[in-house]
């Protein structure tokens, strides 16, 4: 049975374990985390999973998971969870990304496999948003209460700082991680905006509006880049909308998946 106690498989012969939860049932949410690591993902997670079943993977390499040294690319990651959906024969699924989770989203998308029904992309990287105004801001170049207040709209409620060093060192050890898989070029990839153009399944892009890692304008290029794509703006909210409006996130999510559900 599903639960809330992680889940440990190895996948593409061996070679690679990951650890996902896997809670509740029902149409099925892969829910895929940013550099914020999976705990940025767990309230929108305990809130879905009272009626769907949501399994969240946590990327190698995070939270003190096994990464192998050839597992190196957002592709790496894309495939892997491609192969993990077969593994777990889910069909119907709904895959929701935040950061570099929705950059992951999207390439998986586009290789088109038939147990993805559609893709909410919260506040994703991985374009070149094609102007200096639409560029990627590195979040650890700036100062902590810098990047607060740029990732949050509210950062004297919503910005944690490390419990300790225990958590200090995970967070330096998942920022490591990330500068592996999305380092160069930062955050994006060259082809990824034209490549958009051949997404054959629905996807909603919900952006949050005080995001200034990537601002309102770079999330309007990538869902103007998506053939149908929804944009939906949510007030209130930067980098984490997930976090800060949670609420309007789950209805958001909830209508699109009734409405792309096979």
Known sequence: MPGKEPVHVTLFAQTLPLAFTDEGTGQTFLLLHGGAGPGSMAGLGAVLSQNARVVTPTHPGFNGEPKPNWFTRVDDLALAYLALIEQLQLSNVVVVGNSVGGWIAAEMALRKSPRIAGIVLLNAVGIDGGSPERAIVDPMALAPAERAAHAFHDPARFAAAPSGPEAARVMADNQAALRVYAGEPFMH?????????????????????????????????????????????????????????????????????????R
């Open 189 to 261: 990839h060259p082809t990824l905006r034209s490549r958009l153009a051949q997404m054959a399944v629905p996807a909603l892009v919900v952006w949050g509006e005080s995001d200034r890692i990537v601002n309102l304008g770079y999330g309007q290029v990538y869902a103007d880049s998506i053939p149908g794509a929804r944009f939906e703006k949510v007030a209130g909210a930067g980098h984490f909308p997930q976090i800060e409006r949670p609420d309007e996130v789950v209805r958001l999510i909830r209508s699109f998946a009734d409405a792309s559900a």
